[in-house]
């Protein structure tokens, strides 16, 4: 038997969409209409970044090493990957034998990205 959905199923997602819709609305109004403006005044003192009463030292384009991100990104990598393990040991059972290899495959394939990361020497911070 086919469910039938009329508008007033609906109502609810509506009235909620309207009530978001609306707060959004009356905050940007309110904001604009209340809120102090700002003057053009320029100075160098004013226009000095402040960070919590320490003194500034150096240039803030300082650059980071590629090492950081080169490590950051294959953290991400190799922690979504591992996610993948989470779903297969909770329906361990139901998989059976098959699912068993496949796991095994893919963490034969996870485990050669990770010898392969580890070969071209990726995760080596001194150099």
Request: hydrophobic residues 50%.
């Amino acid at each position: 038997m086919e469910q039938q959905f009329f508008p007033s199923d609906y109502f609810t997602v509506f009235l909620q969409s309207l009530v978001v819709l609306g707060f959004v609305a009356t905050t940007m109004l309110a904001t604009h209409y209340i809120g102090g403006k700002r003057k053009k005044f320029h100075s160098i003192r004013k226009d000095q970044n402040f960070e919590c009463g320490i003194e500034i030292k150096g240039n803030a384009r300082f650059p980071f090493s590629v090492k950081y991100f080169l490590i950051a990104i294959l953290f991400v990598l190799f922690d979504v990957e591992i996610i993948f393990f989470y779903p297969w040991a909770v329906n361990f059972k139901e998989f059976g034998w098959n699912g068993f290899w496949e796991m095994l495959i893919f963490l034969g394939f996870v485990l050669f990205g990770f010898w392969y990361v580890l070969k071209k020497g990726a995760l080596k911070w001194e150099e």
